[in-house]
């Protein structure tokens, strides 16, 4: 299985999320996780966690001009705490950007997702910033799985609502999971016109703790482990298998501009969008994300999402 993490602006903990999906996903004694570092803008991970800069993205595309077995990958991944294993790739964002274009150029595409596609297999792949022509791009539209991670401040929405219909089209299960402090919840859902797989709070100590940083005893005292039990509740969420979509009945309206099309949402939180139909956003002026007092109803009692 292939999970693709990015974002459109800022770092809203892309790498962070990826760290805590792989620790905390099921069944990971049975499971192979890889946690790839595919963003463009450079790595993070060999720094965080005091591991050498090789094995890893820069030597699997060496390797990769001469062979093409994806078991080559595992050749070129280090240890990561709890069992997962790390494709490290190098902190310069010119060096990382010339080797992801050297890894997703080759004739029969990058080797990332034919590993995913081994049985009791995760890579979690990290592509950072998915901007426009990004060469992590080639990757996540491989995806059996992309989540869009965006803060909820005003800017921040903006840049999401600009490319949630492009991104949906990527792959057959999209979702937009949203961080730390902002607009509340069911604010957003209603201004964006898609619902969240979840909310990620603000805890900044397990944040440090996921990714090697150790913090001071003062500083570890009295945090909740928020951040932790969320992604253990995400990772459950995408572990299900997919439901297969019906096809949308004939009397389906015809698209409006600016108002997504049909979207489907399982039990389990997952928004799932049909091939095809979904949120025409990206052809439309992206909506303001206006602020609750101006636009026809109340605020939340707390005007801010809670931190967990």
């Known amino acids: 299985m292939l999970i693709a993490l990015c974002s459109v602006k800022g770092s809203p903990g892309v790498t ?177 016109g898609i619902p969240a797989i979840g909310r990620l709070p603000h805890d900044p100590v397990t944040a440090a703790t996921l990714t090697g940083r150790r913090q001071p005893l003062a500083r570890r005292r009295g945090t909740n482990g928020g951040l932790a039990r969320h992604a253990a509740a995400l990772a459950r969420t995408l572990a299900e298998p997919a439901t297969p979509i019906a096809s949308p009945p004939a009397t389906t309206p015809a698209s409006v501009p600016g108002v997504p099309a049909q979207q489907v949402r399982r039990p389990s939180g997952v928004l799932i969008i049909p091939p095809g139909l979904g949120p025409q956003l990206a052809s439309a002026p992206p909506p303001q994300v206006r602020d609750p007092r101006h636009n026809g109803h109340q605020p939340s009692p707390a005007g801010k999402e809670p931190r967990a």
């Open 16 to 192: 962070t999320l990826a760290v805590a999906l792989a620790m905390t996903w099921p069944h990971a004694e049975s499971t192979r996780r890889l946690v790839a570092e595919v963003d463009p803008s450079g790595g993070d991970l060999a720094m965080r966690f005091g591991l050498p800069s090789t094995p890893g993205l820069v030597s699997l595309a060496a390797a990769a001009r001469r062979t093409r077995d994806p078991a080559a990958v595992w050749d070129h991944t280090q240890a990561l705490p709890g069992g997962a294993r790390a494709l490290v790739a190098p902190p310069g964002g010119t060096h990382a950007r010339a080797t992801l274009s050297t890894l997703a150029t080759a004739p029969d595409g990058p080797l990332l997702p034919l590993v995913a596609r081994d049985a009791g297999v995760v890579v979690f792949a990290d592509c950072g910033r998915v901007d426009p022509g990004s060469p992590a791009e080639a990757i996540a539209r491989r995806a059996d799985a992309l989540v869009l991670v965006t803060g909820t401040q005003g800017d921040d929405l903006a840049h999401a609502t600009a490319r949630l219909g492009e991104l949906a089209r990527w792959t057959p299960r999209p979702g937009l999971l949203l961080t730390g402090d902002g607009y509340p919840t069911m604010d957003v859902e209603r201004e964006l």
